[in-house]
């Protein structure tokens, strides 16, 4: 997780982060199986706008940075 979030914030990953200069981290979920991360990932992609700022809302409701205590 750590070294995702550093790659993200340094905008080492291309896609929509770099793309946009996302830094903050405002939603995480944590599993021990990277498949079902994968699935989850994919599932959360797919959904609207509307749905995923639900989601964080409900978690987040200030949208905080998290990776601060991730580090």
């Known amino acids: 997780m ?3 979030l550093a790659e993200h914030q340094q905008g ?3 896609g929509f982060a770099s793309r946009y200069r996302v830094r ?3 939603y995480f979920e944590e599993t021990r199986d990277i498949r079902s991360a994968l699935e ?4 959360i992609k797919s959904w609207r706008r509307e ?3 639900a989601l964080i809302r409900e978690a987040n409701p200030k949208f905080e940075d998290l ?4 580090a």
């Open 40 to 43: 989850r990932e994919k599932q």
């Open 24 to 26: 903050r981290l405002v």
């Open 51 to 53: 749905k995923k700022l």
């Open 67 to 70: 990776s601060a205590g991730l």
């Open 2 to 4: 750590q070294r995702r």
């Open 12 to 14: 080492k990953v291309e």
